[in-house]
């Protein structure tokens, strides 16, 4: 009777384990985003100051690229702006909305790979995203949201990939639209590459009146692309060509970076991904797993022992990672900048797992016995398990009063040194006891926090003033005319007007000469914050600033 009943049982897990596994991943999840709740590795007084200040101009309904720069497209500034009506206009705010974001990519990470992978490997490939990130997109809110619309369309196209129905085009084309938003060249990438796995599925499943489809797909896509370009033109029309081209970076000369040169950028990659599994002997073990599975594949191909199920549910799927993953790692390789490989980052994730499945899986020369299954299964959980709890311990070992920031209502901890956090509690406190409620500041060459934590509007529409910024004359002189307009009195300068970093120009020297020649002729220094006055400032570390004011 009792082995009845542990019959029963496990029968009853394995018909459910998808269900179960997809509630260990949620909970999961909740578990390991909940450090971030008032935490981030860094908050730049420039990128996400940013995000923080042109997300409250379009929660006060001021319009963006129009009325205030903005570096990337509109949708997610909405979208925090929904938090900042319901919890406040606070950091905190935020830092929920990118935790919602990062627990529905690692959700949609799951549901994907489950539709060919086994849930363990799922629920093993959404720990992997969430523990192996690392400081992911460490400048921006704003990415977060492109990677789950990328997560979601590749879902999208796996589940038609099973089961050609319409309801996963219309899903996937909604998104791809969404997309256009967040991200527009990777946006038009996932676009094209959509249809064609859709009509290459198709062939697969050997869908009658392909034809009609196909005029069917590129119908859709056309109505996708075009729906997008009529709202740009709406938030754009009228604006001069300069800001539309330094809203929209996405020409050769805003790239800031030393070479274009592809192979080595192909090779760095290759040499980041040997240096990532060189990190422990088990990490070691997994990367060996991954060249056995190619070896797998190569194997099963070349001899023809893959079957047309095979080919459907690991190889095709697979190709269309791969493409999905090469096509999202392109701002990496035009950059040069390492952190815009992250973009691909549930896309490495799910090829792993899929690369793990297909060694299981697939025929070859090398035998996998199950006790072999078994023991890679657990030293790659082992590992998750132990990066997830490592991480836990860092986030909480800076969670102390060295560490953290409080300004009004704004509450997080960084990993910032001491210098930075007195050098932004004693600026904004300053700008709030010498301005009114209702003055306008500015602060240079890019420093919006301080509008943000200061609760003081910026002067002039343009936030950002570094050599890349390509500012021409006329936006100089536009600049003055604002400063006058709105009785400036008090202008931040922070010691990142001389840059080490490439392409960020040195103030007044490089770039904005007319701008600076009227701040030194009309503004003072008052007083001066920070240890690191006369250093190069950078991002979010060495920060100092000058108070000027007017004479």
Known sequence: MKQLKMSQILSFILSKQKIIFFVLTLLSGLWILSSFSDFQYYLAQGDHGQHLYSTKMAFDGHKPYRDFFWWYSPLMLYYYSFFYYFFGVTIQSILLGQNILLLLSGIFIYLASSVFISPVLSFMCALWYWTQRGMDFAYTFNHPGGVLLLTIILYCLFEYFKKPRNVYVWLGALNIFLLFFVRINMALGVLVLFFIFLSISNAFHQIPNSAKQNKFYFL?????????????????????????????????????????????????????????????????????????????????????KVTEQETRTLLFPGICLFVLMMLCLHEFIMSGIVYRANWAISFEAMLIFLLLESLFRLRGPLLITPLIKVSIVWMVFGVLLLSAIDNYYLIESYKSPEHELIVGKNHIYTTQPLSWFKTVEQTTQFIKEHTKPSEKIFAIPYEPLYYFLAERDCATRQTAFFLFNNITEEQERKTIEDLEKEKVNWIILSNRIVSTEYGMGIFGQTHCKILWEYINKNFGVFTQFGEHLHESGDWATNHSTYILKRK
């Not at 938030?235 to 080595?264: E, M, R, T």
């Not at 990190?279 to 023809?304: D, E, H, M």
């Open 220 to 304: 859709l896509g056309t109505a996708v692309l075009a729906g997008s370009f009529l709202i740009y033109w709406y938030l754009l029309k009228g604006l001069p060509a300069y800001i539309i081209h330094q809203c929209f970076a996405y020409f050769k000369s805003d790239q800031v970076q030393h070479s274009y040169a592809i192979f080595p950028k192909l090779y760095d990659l290759l040499m980041m991904a040997k240096a990532f599994f060189n990190t422990n002997p088990i990490k070691r073990v997994l990367g060996g797993a991954l060249v056995l599975s190619l070896v797998q594949i190569a194997f099963s191909i070349t001899r023809k």
